[in-house]
Each structure stands twice: as structure tokens, then as C-alpha cells.
């Protein structure tokens, strides 16, 4: 397709109503309300369901509530996440899950805040949360450990909690859990 | 003592205060305005997109001072201190392919030109005994553009020295582009010289005292060239962008095509003598505007366009000089986010095909007026 | 090579008469007996042999096709007819000639039933996939649905017939039911109750191949449990298979259980060198370190299974005081100057005055090299003999995984372990000056430290410390089999070869590698610095191995003559 472009009249070719017309709008913008954010001080308001950095979670009984499936592990697409699964020993703390990690390290350099492995987790214990400024001396520094992870992730609502459920039926009938 | 120091002045008289005056207008004027028109840059050019541009760098004890501390911080003020100290830190990297010698030219021969020019700008009547101008020339003009038609090398020589294809693009354009504006910014100036009948540049200052005559009617405008020869004043102003490299005209940086045009190479401490060798030409171009077209350091009221003769009178012509200036330079910056960039033969065909016509029938027509009215 | 490969020296088995079938509307011509997997006696080809002979897979959990049928998860129903026949006892035909077929009105699980002449197999029907949903959807019933915490996640049945079977959320709305979890089953075993689906494979093998009848269920309908004898521990020496064919997570093995997830791991085609009988193994390995053991199927040895013994008998590998570096005297030093230094120390010795002790748990290839070496100088060499009890079903009283490869290269007399007193011997009258050692602590065979302590030479290599190690001039740190490539001659006289599963450790290199540098250095004889071209080349100069070729040694390996 051709566009055909029309001819400029003469006063349009003096330029003066492209000067003029770029005038007002300048002139506009330059009163206008400034929209810039004083970053350290004014935060941004981070909307519901962004993906930030991705922290581990305790539920109510305060209990980690991964069990080291290591999905995240495999589905994270950068490989940031490692996962050491508790051996043979299991994990005594855990109760009637019987697994935890040892230990679970995600590095926050590699990460890509895909959130691919809360989406794969089946027991809810990996979240996006809001933090989007991740900042470490070291790199050492920015792959942050479980301890690390479930302290800035903090405890999970969780409405079901489905290992007490089993734990409790269990109980009721008359079944070592 | 004190009488051979006096003695030595009086006796050297001219070279003392010649020395004087440029230290005192390159290091204490020229070299500021510099900096603060880099930052008056960058906060308009925010206002403008509707940012606050710098308002962080503040000094330890002036920013506790109440108000004008914090005012100045907002302001940026002490921005353009921390820009210099960061331009020298930066690591000045020289890429491997260049042509060492002039890489390293270039940017001096940028900036030298721009500081030359100021030279024979009569910046103020006279303060005490001096004249206001550090070389009174009676060639003023000529040797104005005689300086200017230098600037070009720089950026020439950068885009050359480089070895790089974007460089080389920059440097090609601005040779084209600076020649061919220097034709119309030349001629377009010659009208004025037919009406003052004098190359000094003083003579030009004096010529444009007192209220405007129009066929014998006196109107309430000064008399200044721009409304003399409003035709000329357009042209030379245009021209100037063009020569200054600004935008609409800054076809040789087209940041957009070639990356950073001739300076794309450049980092560090010969970045900045770019950047500074814009901003003086900007500023040299605005002060010869204002000599030549607006009256220079004249306002024609209260005998303001008479000579000083008190010192807070010189004084008063220096900032009048400064204030005009300074609303060319706020032009300068303002038209950048006005006009977009011009397309390489438009630039060409407006330069050759317009203006250059347009200044030859303006010397024609103002030397059929004089030829009449003799 | 162009040899051809040498065929199995058994007798071709006799002739079957073959039937024919269609499976979902393709004719393939089926045996019409196959052997019983435990008897070996031809019995009834069933439906569920025919659909795999035609490539077509029947989801089924209680079949086993090394193990009796007992046709209990219901899970291989198909769909059937047969040829229909009329008053007369004529096949009813078609008006376009083809024989009418009658469906059969009713279903019938394909791993119990028997093929017969013209019979067609509909697995793909829509009635099928609705019997297979209804099936899984009653297994589901009681089942814990914690695959989060399941070894088995990953490689379960349950699982993956649920991707194909499933549906999305359960139409069970009462409480499951709950059973034992963690039930520690014997030395070896865990047994989570709840996963279990009750399809007895674990109880038949103990029962029937590893002939001991441990595990029985108990309890009845939805309370039914997989339990142990009372006071009777399950730990055979096979109890780990069970783990293997439990299509779910019941069964799992106390030695990786929550180790590492199987979808992690590496599989490489391996050999296991606990015994003579070489089990066909995979290797499970992830980022250089072995997690565990499985057999591989391989009918000529050792059909699925392995023992418990060589399946667990891997961690040395990983240990922490492997010899990593090469060193002379304590001094260490690269393998450039090692090799330097012991070809130049050996160009000197006298012929006769030099001894070899080499491992019958190196490779063929190895040993074919040393065998060079030993030739070059007329030394005496022998190997270690480990004779040891065996079993009846796969341990061998030999515990060396490559005697007869020490016995066809040379290394080791007829007898094994004979020649090891005459070198003691000559190290004690003084006419043995330099001793060479691969992968043995000769300190325990008769060499003691007092007759180490008079030789000129020592050359040692080997994987982990001992006394030798300890006495050697040279050390030259070797590889574990998973950490090289090479075969074996197993105590049937099958050769097989094994896979690179993991990096060696440290400065540690294949000994063949390092070997055939020696030998070029020593004897100037140039061989393969591959090896595909050392095998090829052994298969040549050593009669036994005549005509076979890396290649054709596949997966499986190849029976040769001992």
C-alpha cells in the first residue's frame, strides 16, 4: 500500500505551525503535575499477584510446609533453586509428612521471578511475595538459605491444611499416623 | 612594594587587565555557564517531560542551612559539581582501533574555538577605566567566524580519528552541515555591516542605542537590528542551531541512527570536553546574537544604552548582556523537545536552497535601500 | 573388524507353532506357547504377551512378566471377540469373505487370558478407556495422594495410569481409610500401607523367586494390609527387587529413601562387580555422585533382579579418602612425570626380575594391557581369587566380577592365586626386584609389608588407601567401573560391557588409558587410545574373544567359549 503524503501549503512549509504546535505542547508538560517517584523514600505500591522474590512459608503450627519434592527444583527454568532432600533419616520435626528440607537454597541472582515453581508446588510453600529490590555485597550473599527463605517468608493462612487432616483422621481411626 | 607592583601594572597596562579579563570571563563565566547550562538542560528538558531531573546531590553543611539548603539541593545546584567529578573519575578507555593522536586532539579542538570566540564580544560597556571586551577588534566579526569555521575540525577529526563506521557517519554529516550553515549564517549577516558601516563589534552595539525610526515614525521598540533586519535575525538564529549541532539540527550525534554520531567512541574526561565544546558554542552563539541583533549589553531606557559611567552602571550592562543571553540559551534548550529531528536533504535543501537565496536578496534589497536613501 | 559377531552357544529352541491375532485390526502371528517364567514349561501365550509382541501397551499393575499371574487389579481389561461359529460348527464368513467375528459381550483381563486361533484384541475402544478410569478411580479411593513425599514420584504406575486415566478431582467424599505408615518391614525396607494397591507382586516374588514367603496380606475389603510375617523379619538377600516392581510408592528402600528424586537422575547402562555373575545394572547418578543401583533386564543373566548385597555395594565410590593424586614416594606429581619416571625405570629391569598382581576386578582391557606389560618382561602375574559361599538364584561363589577375563588375557594361571606364594618367594630370595600392583592389597595375599619393604620398585594402583598404598614408590590412582568404560567376562563366559556413568575423582584416570600409555612407552607398541579400538584389538590377539567386537557387545553383551 502506498500512502500518498499531501503536499504541504505555504504555511505549512514556513515550519511556523510545527514551532507553534510543539510550543504549546511543551509548554504544557512543563506545568504539569511531575509524576516522578522518590524512589528510597516514595515506594511504589506493589499489586496483588506480582511476582517478586520467592520465600518459603511455615503454616499455622509452624512447620515448614515444604516437604523437598523438589519440583520447583526441576521446573525452574535458570536452575536457581537447590534442594537438599533430607536423606534416608527423614525428617523427624515433620511429623506424619516425614519430609522436610535440610536445606533449600534459592539464588537471587539467577532467579527470574518466573514463578513457575509456585505454580508447580503442590503443598503451597513456595510464594511470590512483593519484594522486587534484592540487593547483596557478594554473590554468596544473594543465594539465600532456608533459614533466610522462611524467615522473610513468613507463616501461610493455610485453610485446608491437609497433613493435620490426615493426621487427625488417622488418630480417629485408631491408626498410628 | 606596593608602588612596583603598581608600577609594573601601570607599565603593562593593557596585558594585566587583557589576562584579567580572560581569566575572569573563561574561568569565572564562561566555564560556569558551562555547568549550570548543562543542568538548566536537564531540569528542563524533565519539566518538559514532566520529570523533576537532578535534586539529590546535597552538600553536607549548606544543605542543613533551612530553606535555601534544601531549596538548592531540589534545585540541583551542586549537580553539575558532582557531573565534573564523575567525568573525571569515569575510566577513560581509548578503544584499540583509534587513531591515537587525533582521538585525543579532537575533543581540545572542539572546545578551544568555542572559548576563542568570546574574545571579541563586548559583554558590558566598561567597568571603571576597561572596556568591557578582552580584544576590541575592528575585524571583530570576521575573526568570529573566522574561530568558528574551526569548530568543525573536532568533530570532523573525532569522527575520522575513531575508526568506527558510527563516528565516521557523524563526522561526514557535520562537515557538510556546518559549511553550508556558515554560508547562510555569513551572508545573513552582511546586511547588518551595510547598516553600521563597521566590522567592530562595538560600533554594532552603538549603532543599535535608542528607539526604533520607521519611515520617520518613531514605535515603541528599541532599535535593534532583529527588528531592522527581522529577516536576517531569523536566518543567523537558525544557522546558529545548525552550527551548534542542536537539535532540530544534531545530525551529527542522531542518537536514534548512529548511536552517539562522532563521540560514540569517546568516554570519561574527553566526553565531558565534548559536551562542554557544545555548550560553550551554545553560549557564544546566543552572545552574538545578542551583540548583533539585540542591542547587546543596551537597554534603551533609563540611558541605559549609553556607556557606564559609575561602576554599578558597567555593572548592570554586564547583567543585561547575561540576561539576553541567558533567553537565548532557554530557546536553545526549549526547541529541542519542540521540532523534531530534520531529515539529512531537507537540512541540505533549507540551507542551500532557501536560505542562502533568502540572504543574498536581503543584501540586495538593504543595498538598494541605503543606495536610495543616500 | 569385520568379524561377525559371535550368536549364543545355546541350542536353538524348538520350533513353536505360531497363531494368529489381530490386535486393534493389525495380524500378527503370535506363539501359541511361551515359557512359564518360573517353570520354563510352555504355557498358553496370553492377551496381554500378544498385545506386546504387537508394540501395543495394556496399562496393568499386578502382571509381572518375570512372575505367576494372578489377575487381581483388574487394570489389563480389554475387549475381545473370536471367531463366530455357526450351527454347523463352521466359522460364520462375512458376505466379502472376511470370518465373522462375535464380540464377546463381557471384558476380560488380558494378562489371564489366553489367545485363540483368529481372535481379535480391541484395546483403544471407548468402552476399555471407561473400564481402565473406573479401575484407576477405585484404586484411587484409599490411596494418600502425598506423590510430594513419595520415593516413588516419577516412576509410579499410579501416577502416570492417573495422566492418562485419571480425572481431575475425586467424586470421594467419605474419609479414607488409614493405615500403617512407616512400617519398617526388615533391614532394608520401609512399607508405607496407605500407597499400597494391593497387587501381591512383592509377595509373589518373595514367595516364588526368592523363595522366601515373608509378606502375606491380611485383613479383609477396604482394611486389606501388606504385612510381614509376625516376628519374622523380611531381609533375604533380595528383598530390595520388591522396591523395584512395586508399581507404587508402598515399598520403598530404606538406603534411598528421600535422597533424591528419580527424574534427577542420570541413567547409565552399567555392570555390577560384587560377584561373577555381573547383574546388568543401571546406574542412577546426578552432578557426579551415584545415588543408586537397579537391575536391568537381561534374560541371560540375570533376568530382573539382583541381590541386595551388589545393589547397595556402591558407596565406596563416593568415599572421601579415594586416592586422588599421583604421586611418587609421598611426593605429588602429574601423570606425565609418573609415566616418565616408571617407563624409565623399567627399560632398565632384567627380564624375570619383575612381578604382577593384578585385580580380577579390572577390565578385560586392562588386564590385556598389563598382560602386554608382563609379556615384555617375562614377569610372573597373578590375580586374587575371592572364593566365597554363593547362592542358588544370582550370587556366585566367585565375589571377583572378571576372573575368567584374568584367566583369557594371561594375567592369572589356571589355577587362581597359585603363582601369588612363588612371588613372595622370589621377593624373599631377591630375584623379584620390582613388584606391580593393580587395584590389590597384596599385604593380605601373602606379600606382607616385611617383603614390600625389599623390592627396588613398587608400582601400585589402586582406588582407595591400604598397606600396599602405603609402601608403593608409585602411586597411580585408578577409577571405579562406573567412572569408566570397559567390559567383563562374567562366570558364564558372557562378556559385557559397562558405561561411564560419573567423573573420575581428583587427578584419578582409567587405568586403561593411563595403561596404554605404559605400555607404548615400555614396549613401544602402539595400541587404541579408544576404547572401542582396545577391545577390537584384544578380540584379536586373545583367541577367546575371537570374532566379537565392541559394538556387538550392545546392552546385553555375548557368550563366548571359557
Known sequence: MIVKRDKLNFWERLYLPAIIGGFKVTLRHFFKKKITMQYPEEKWVVPPGYRGAPYLVKDQEDRTKCVSCQLCEFVCPPKAIRITPPGPAGSPEAGNVEKAPKEFEINMLRCIFCGFCQEVCPEEAIFLMQDYSLTGTSRKEMIYNKEKLLALGGVHQDKIQKWKQKADEAKEQGVKP | ???????????????????????????????????????????????IQDRLGPNRVALPLISSIPIIGPFLTKLGFWQPMVDGVKSFLKEDFTPAHVRKVYFWLAPAITLIPA??????????????????????????????????????????????AANSKYPFLGGIRSSAQMISYEIAMGLSVIPVFLLVGNLNLSSVIGYQTGLLHILGATMPLPNWLAFKQPLAFLIFWVAAFAETNRLPFDL????????????????????????????????????????????????????????????????????????????????FIWVRWMLPRFRYDHLMDLGWRRFIPLTLANILVTAFILWVKR | MSATPTTETKPAPPAVETIKVKVDGKEIAVPKTMPDPLTGKPVPTTMIQACALATVDVPHYCYHPKLPVVGNCRMCLVEFGTPAMGPDRKPVINPDGTPKIAKSPRPAIACATPISPGMEIYTTTPGVKQMREGVLEFLLINHPLDCPICDQAGECKLQEYSVDYGQATSRFVEEKVHKPKQVDLGPRI?????????????????????GDDALGIVNRGSYNTLSAYPGKAFDNNYTLNTVDICPVGALTSKDFRFKMRVWFLK????????????????????????????????????????????????????????????????????????????????????????????????????????????????????????????????????????SNGAKLTGISPAQM?????????????????????????????????????????????????NKTTELAHYILPGCAHAEKRGSFVNGKGRVQRFLKAVEPKGDARPEWEFLHELVYQVTGQNGFASIEGLFNQMAQEVPAFNGVTWAALGDTGVTIQI
Open chain 2, 1 to 47: 612594594m606596593m608602588a612596583s607592583i603598581q608600577n609594573l601594572i601601570a607599565d603593562n597596562h593593557f596585558v594585566v587587565f587583557s589576562a584579567l579579563k580572560v581569566v575572569v570571563v573563561i574561568f569565572l563565566a564562561l566555564l560556569p555557564m558551562v555547568a549550570y547550562a548543562v543542568l538548566a538542560e536537564r531540569k528542563i528538558s524533565a519539566y
Open chain 2, 115 to 160: 572559548f576563542l570566540t568570546v574574545a571579541v564580544i563586548p559583554f558590558g560597556s566598561t567597568l571603571g577605566n576597561e572596556k568591557m571586551v578582552i580584544a576590541d577588534l575592528d575585524v571583530g566579526i570576521l575573526y568570529t567566524f573566522g574561530i568558528v569555521s574551526l569548530g568543525v575540525y573536532g568533530i570532523v577529526l573525532a569522527g575520522y
Open chain 2, 252 to 331: 551529527p550525534e542522531s542518537e536514534t541512527e548512529l548511536v552517539g554520531g562522532y563521540n560514540t567512541e569517546y568516554s570519561s574526561m574527553k566526553f565531558a570536553l565534548f559536551f562542554m565544546g557544545e555548550y560553550a558554542n551554545m553560549i557564544t552563539s546566543s552572545a552574538m546574537m545578542v551583540t548583533l541583533f539585540l542591542g547587546g549589553w543596551t537597554l534603551p531606557f533609563w540611558g541605559l544604552d549609553q556607556p557606564a559611567t559609575s561602576i554599578p552602571m558597567g555593572l548592570a550592562h554586564i547583567g543585561i548582556f547575561i540576561g539576553k543571553m541567558l533567553c537565548f540559551m532557554v530557546v
Open chain 3, 190 to 210: 520401609v512399607l508405607d500401607d496407605e500407597r499400597c494397591i494391593l497387587c501381591t507382586r512383592c509377595i509373589r516374588f518373595s514367595k516364588d523367586i526368592a
Open chain 3, 267 to 402: 541413567e547409565t547402562k552399567s555392570v555390577c562387580t560384587s560377584c561373577a555373575t555381573g547383574c546388568n545394572i543401571v546406574i542412577g547418578s546426578r552432578e557426579e555422585k551415584i545415588y543408586r543401583y537397579e537391575p536391568r533386564e537381561n534374560d541371560a543373566v540375570n533376568s530382573c533382579w539382583m541381590c541386595d548385597t551388589g545393589r547397595l555395594n556402591y558407596k565406596w565410590i563416593g568415599s572421601e579418602n579415594r586416592l586422588t593424586e599421583v604421586r611418587i614416594g609421598k611426593e605429588t606429581t602429574t601423570w606425565t612425570n609418573a609415566l616418565k619416571e616408571i617407563s624409565g625405570k623399567l627399560a632398565n629391569v632384567k627380564a624375570g626380575s619383575v612381578a604382577m598382581v593384578a585385580s580380577a576386578r579390572q577390565t578385560n582391557e586392562e588386564l590385556f594391557l598389563l598382560a602386554k606389560l608382563g609379556k615384555k618382561f617375562n614377569a610372573l602375574t597373578d590375580s586374587v581369587p575371592r572364593m566365597q559361599e554363593g547362592d542358588k538364584l544370582l550370587v556366585s561363589a566367585d565375589r571377583n566380577p572378571n
Open chain 3, 417 to 465: 592365586g597359585s603363582n601369588l606364594p612363588k612371588i613372595a618367594e622370589g621377593i624373599r630370595n631377591g630375584s623379584i626386584k620390582t613388584l606391580i600392583v593393580f587395584g590389590e592389597d597384596v599385604t593380605k595375599h601373602g606379600i606382607g609389608a616385611d617383603l614390600l619393604g625389599k623390592l627396588e620398585t613398587l608400582i601400585v594402583s589402586e582406588i582407595l588407601p
